[in-house]
């Protein structure tokens, strides 16, 4: 019986595969503030006014959730509230 060699496609470089894909052994970098809801990372920010800014959105669209900010460097977390309508 004879043998067959095969013969791999030839990937070509193009700006989409340049991009770097992450995976849990490389894990891509942190800001400071971290958004959580329900006590799960959602994401991640450098500035504690966007992370207020990510939260005060989520929290006014699902009120019910516990919606805080980490900060990573201070090892602080402020629970985020809907201000009371007059």
Known sequence: ????QMKMPVKE????EAEEVFSQSKRPERGRYLLQV????K???TTAEAAQGAAMFIKKKYP??????YDSVDNSSTL???P???
């Open 38 to 41: 329900d006590r799960q990372t």
């Open 80 to 82: 985020v509230e809907v």
């Open 84 to 86: 009371a309508a007059s």
């Open 13 to 16: 470089n193009s700006d989409q």
């Open 43 to 45: 994401g991640s920010y």
């Open 1 to 4: 019986m004879a043998t067959r």
């Open 64 to 69: 019910i959730v516990h919606v805080s900010v």
